[in-house]
T-cell receptor
Framework: AQTVTQSQPEMSVQEAETVTLSCTYD???????LFWYKQPPSRQMILVIR??????QNATENRFSVNFQKAAKSFSLKISDSQLGDAAMYFC???????????FGQGTRLTINP | DGGITQSPKYLFRKEGQNVTLSCEQNLNHDAMYWYRQDPGQGLRLIYYSQIVNDFQKGDIAEGYSVSREKKESFPLTVTSAQKNPTAFYLC??????????FGNGTRLTVT
């Protein structure tokens, strides 16, 4: 069975600094997708960034970037220039190509200190 | 604007009663999903549907039922057989192999 592990239940960072959230996954598949979702206090799930496993280049979206290490099955999220609005729960998720079932990690609660 | 609408936002029921949570999407997505979220935890898949009139059990389907009579709608019924129904429920939809779009969720409290 596929599993996604986020080993940091909570993280905090000073405003304007950089923080990295960890995610590892377990799979025997070769074609899959990885995602980071953000859930602010409103509880709306917001897609932050996606990575296709066949792409070697790490995905970036403005201040958000990933470090995708396929052999190590690692998919960390780096947030640069942290802002107060980045405070939220962050979930790592995995989707097998051709399937429709998204598997989520337990989440990391990120606090931004002003 | 296209999106996913879940209603109501808050729902209260007495133990032993069935309750149906609504989910409607106008994104023309084929696939729809129901997830459950408990405090401090991630999302767990209850049911999903890839096409009208077809659906599959997720990881925690016991005590729940769904229907998919229309592409736009995927209601979830929480039955009295669900032993611990109080939770936050999220509906989502997606085109094939694409990120999920989520609704705003329904907070169900059963007393």
């Amino acid at each position: 069975a596929q599993t996604v592990t986020q080993s940091q239940p909570e993280m905090s960072v000073q405003e304007a600094e950089t923080v990295t959230l960890s995610c590892t996954y377990d799979t025997s598949e070769s074609d899959y997708y990885l995602f980071w979702y953000k859930q602010p206090p409103s509880r709306q799930m917001i897609l932050v960034i996606r990575q296709e496993a066949y792409k070697q280049q790490n995905a970036t979206e403005n201040r958000f970037s990933v470090n995708f290490q396929k052999a190590a099955k690692s998919f960390s999220l780096k947030i640069s220039d942290s802002q107060l609005g980045d405070a939220a729960m962050y979930f790592c998720a995995y989707l097998i190509q051709g399937a429709q079932k998204l598997v989520f990690g337990q989440g990391t609660r990120l606090t931004i200190n002003p | 604007d296209g999106g996913i609408t879940q209603s109501p936002k808050y729902l209260f029921r007495k133990e032993g009663q069935n309750v149906t949570l609504s989910c409607e999407q106008n994104l023309n997505h084929d696939a729809m999903y129901w997830y459950r979220q408990d405090p401090g935890q991630g999302l767990r898949l209850i049911y999903y549907s890839q096409i009208v009139n077809d659906f599959q059990k997720g990881d925690i389907a016991e005590g729940y039922s769904v229907s998919r009579e229309k592409k736009e709608s995927f209601p979830l019924t929480v039955t009295s057989a669900q032993k611990n129904p109080t939770a936050f429920y999220l509906c989502a939809s997606s085109p094939r192999e694409a990120p999920l779009h989520f609704g705003n969720g329904t907070r169900l409290t059963v007393t």
